[in-house]
Each structure stands twice: as C-alpha cells, then as structure tokens.
C-alpha cells in the first residue's frame, strides 16, 4: 500500500540554524500539506500546497518557514532560523484531490528538537 | 478562532464494552468531519469521515454527526485493548485548513 514518507525521522539543530524537513507523497497525489504537533498539544495546520503554490497557510506559517516542491517527488518544509518553540513533530500528508472532503494521508513525522 | 473541542479523557473502558468519544466544533461553516486514531509518538491514522447528519458505521466503528448541534461522536463497539490511544476529533470548512481537537485518550482494559 503506498505511504507517506518522511526524511529524517528525528533532527537535533541549534537555535538559529535552518532546517530542512523532506516528505515524500504518495506518488499519484497533487496536494501537499505540513502539520505540526507540539508535544502533548494539538496537531496544527502549517500549509497546503497545490500546482507549485501555497493555497493556503495558517498564521503560524510566517516568513521563516518556506515550502517547496524542488522535483517531481520530493516535498519540502524549510524552517530558516529555528527558534526553541520550533520543537514539535513536523507530518506531512498528502491527498489525491483537494477540497473540504478529500482524505489526507500523514507520514510518521518528523521529530525536530532545537537546542 | 475556529474551535474544536473534545473531552481530553482518560476515558477508561472494559474490553468488549462500547467506548463512546465525543467532539464539538464552533464553525457553523464545516463540511467534513474525521476521526484519526494517533499512537503515542506515531502519526495520526484516518478511522473514519462523514459529512452528512445521521450515522455512518464502519466495522466496529459509527461516527455520527449532528450539525445542529455542532456534534460528532464515534462509538467504538467491542472495545479492544489494541484501541488504546488518543482519538482526534478534525473539522474542515471549505478549504484545505483542517482543525483538530486536542484528542480523547482511551484505555481499554484486558
């Protein structure tokens, strides 16, 4: 069964320093999103990504984080200068079609820990 | 602020009992209702969607959904101690932003 993958399942990084968080879709799939979930708190919408654009972002999502579809099966969160609050687990998931009815498929996440 | 809120539990239920989970939302707007099962340290895991009033039965599993009264609950029958987790309540309008509860821990008891 196809599944979401995402690289690397847990990141160490100093306060300041830009990370990169990579996903890999389910191949068929066209739309892309990146959650968050603080330890012990909700999972956060971060941002939706459709044809090379964001359609939409939450209020969290602020000038230092950036996606980006870089190839035909690589999907990307930078997160430019990482603060200690940036420490979460960062899913990824995608669905085949959009809108308020699709099915999104997460990943196991990544564990981002800013020192 | 568009809200979804959900008993944080633990709700504690005997093997082979029903286990009832409930979640309310404050967008009159929403249009689709999920239920994610999330292990501890894992990632969310769809159990089921509805949309429409009224129920919908999968397995072991009937969501239902009252829009009315801004109500989703999910009833898990024949509880077994493999259900133990935190089930996420999620709601999403008209567009890709998908809002979540902070969850309902269940524990089903061997």
């Known amino acids: 069964e196809p599944e979401v993958t995402q690289t690397p399942s847990h990141q160490v990084t100093q306060m300041g320093q830009e990370v990169i968080l990579r996903c890999v879709p389910i191949s068929n799939h066209l739309y892309f999103y990146w959650y968050r979930q603080i330890l012990g708190q909700k999972v956060e919408f971060l941002v939706s990504f459709y044809n090379n654009e964001i359609s939409e972002k939450s209020e969290i999502f602020d000038d230092q984080f950036s996606v980006e579809r870089p190839d035909g099966s690589n999907f990307t969160l930078k997160i430019r200068s990482t603060k200690l609050e940036d420490s979460a687990m960062y899913f990824c998931a995608s669905s085949e079609v959009g809108g308020p009815g699709e099915t999104q498929y997460f990943g196991p996440g990544t564990r981002l820990l800013v020192l | ?40 340290g894992k990632s969310p895991e769809l159990i089921m969607f509805i949309y429409s009033n009224g129920d919908k039965e999968d397995g072991r599993f009937t969501a239902q959904l009252n829009k009315a009264s801004q109500y989703v609950s999910l009833l898990i ?34």
């Open chain 2, 1 to 40: 602020q568009k809200e979804v809120e959900q008993n944080s539990g633990p709700l504690s239920v005997p093997e082979g009992a029903i286990a009832s989970l409930n979640c309310t939302y404050s967008d009159r707007g929403s249009q689709s209702f999920f239920w994610y099962r999330q292990y501890s």
């Open chain 2, 77 to 110: 029958r024949d509880s077994q101690p493999s259900d133990s987790a935190t089930y996420l309540c999620a709601v999403r309008g008209g567009g890709f932003k998908t809002i979540f509860g902070a969850g309902t821990r269940l524990f089903v008891k061997a």
